[in-house]
């Protein structure tokens, strides 16, 4: 459990089809152009989750990626095969880590605080979450950026579905990030309470016995309960899909305001995580 309630104080989202104009949000033409387009989708939502959450200075910048950066990995394995592993430019492989969304929003900020970047499959996000939570309650932060980013590219349609993957669910792609907070604001109209997550092929009895322990330990009854195909039916799949499902939470606790707890699931391959929020 998380040892203290925690506030979310503002949310953005970039899902494609639809995008913002990227011109407004990243000024700069040169830094702008040098950015594929899953970073653009990154450090647009950060930038738009600060500036909803009046320009806060985080202490602390924390993304998540199940896949990171693949079309400039492909791009840059495709270009090591073509020259024959000669003269390679390295712009490619440097933008192809994991840590480049991270690290492009603390440049553009001037932001020196801690930043890291967690790639764990379906527990990205979460591992996020739990790192600012272990922040925020031991006093080390008081505003922690949380976000996270996938894309998707043909090549990995093709091998989902050669996997067999894709045979309910269509695959997707997107970013979204989140202003965490360890004392509540005029923004706040969200808190974090839980966090849970349990590896291993689960039948959907299991499931629902460890959704009924995860309300017992929070004392919550009856809570709105929000599965994957109520979510991904907009974004689609893909390993952090959960952060698309969390602003979709979010966003309906914050334009209903309603003060009623709601149970976020998710099951990824054999990943299964839960987020328990409540409105204020």
């Given at each position: 459990m998380i040892g203290q309630s925690l506030y979310i104080n503002s949310i953005a989202s970039v899902n494609p089809p639809v995008e913002p104009d990227y011109k407004k949000l990243i000024p700069n033409a040169t830094v702008r152009r040098r950015m594929s387009r899953i970073v653009r989708m990154g450090v647009a939502a950060g930038l738009q989750c600060l500036a909803e959450g009046k320009d806060v200075h985080p202490d602390a910048i924390?993304?998540?990626?199940?896949?990171?950066?693949l079309a400039d990995t492909e791009k840059?394995?495709?270009?090591?095969?073509?020259?024959?592993?000669?003269?390679?430019?390295?712009?490619?492989?440097?933008?192809?880590?994991?840590?480049t969304i991270g690290a492009?929003?603390?440049?553009?900020?001037d932001n020196h605080c801690y930043n890291n970047t967690f790639v764990h499959r379906g527990f990205s996000l979460e591992s996020a979450l739990l790192d600012a939570a272990l922040l925020l309650c031991d006093g080390e932060a008081r505003n922690v950026l949380v976000g996270a980013v996938d894309e998707l590219l043909p090549?990995?349609?093709?091998?989902?579905?050669?996997?067999?993957y894709l045979k309910q669910v269509k695959p997707g792609e997107g970013a979204a990030f989140f202003l965490l907070s360890n004392q509540p604001a005029d923004t706040s109209y969200v808190i974090l309470q839980d966090i849970k997550?349990?590896?291993?092929?689960?039948?959907?009895?299991?499931?629902?016995?460890?959704?009924?322990v995860l309300l017992s330990e929070n004392q919550v009854e009856q809570p709105i309960l929000i599965r994957p195909e109520e979510f991904k039916s907009y974004c689609g799949e893909y390993p952090t899909a959960m952060s698309f499902g969390l602003w979709y939470a979010c966003k309906r606790l914050r334009?209903?305001?309603?003060?009623?707890?709601?149970?976020?699931?998710n099951s990824f391959l054999d990943n299964h995580s839960f987020i328990l929020l409540k409105g204020r």
């Amino acid at each position: 459990m998380i040892g203290q309630s925690l506030y979310i104080n503002s949310i953005a989202s970039v899902n494609p089809p639809v995008e913002p104009d990227y011109k407004k949000l990243i000024p700069n033409a040169t830094v702008r152009r040098r950015m594929s387009r899953i970073v653009r989708m990154g450090v647009a939502a950060g930038l738009q989750c600060l500036a909803e959450g009046k320009d806060v200075h985080p202490d602390a910048i924390l993304t998540a990626t199940g896949l990171g950066c693949l079309a400039d990995t492909e791009k840059f394995m495709n270009t090591l095969l073509d020259h024959d592993e000669s003269l390679l430019a390295p712009t490619a492989f440097i933008q192809s880590t994991f840590n480049t969304i991270g690290a492009q929003i603390a440049l553009l900020t001037d932001n020196h605080c801690y930043n890291n970047t967690f790639v764990h499959r379906g527990f990205s996000l979460e591992s996020a979450l739990l790192d600012a939570a272990l922040l925020l309650c031991d006093g080390e932060a008081r505003n922690v950026l949380v976000g996270a980013v996938d894309e998707l590219l043909p090549t990995l349609s093709i091998l989902l579905e050669r996997l067999g993957y894709l045979k309910q669910v269509k695959p997707g792609e997107g970013a979204a990030f989140f202003l965490l907070s360890n004392q509540p604001a005029d923004t706040s109209y969200v808190i974090l309470q839980d966090i849970k997550m349990i590896n291993g092929s689960l039948s959907p009895k299991e499931i629902e016995e460890q959704v009924h322990v995860l309300l017992s330990e929070n004392q919550v009854e009856q809570p709105i309960l929000i599965r994957p195909e109520e979510f991904k039916s907009y974004c689609g799949e893909y390993p952090t899909a959960m952060s698309f499902g969390l602003w979709y939470a979010c966003k309906r606790l914050r334009e209903t305001g309603e003060t009623r707890h709601i149970l976020l699931c998710n099951s990824f391959l054999d990943n299964h995580s839960f987020i328990l929020l409540k409105g204020r």
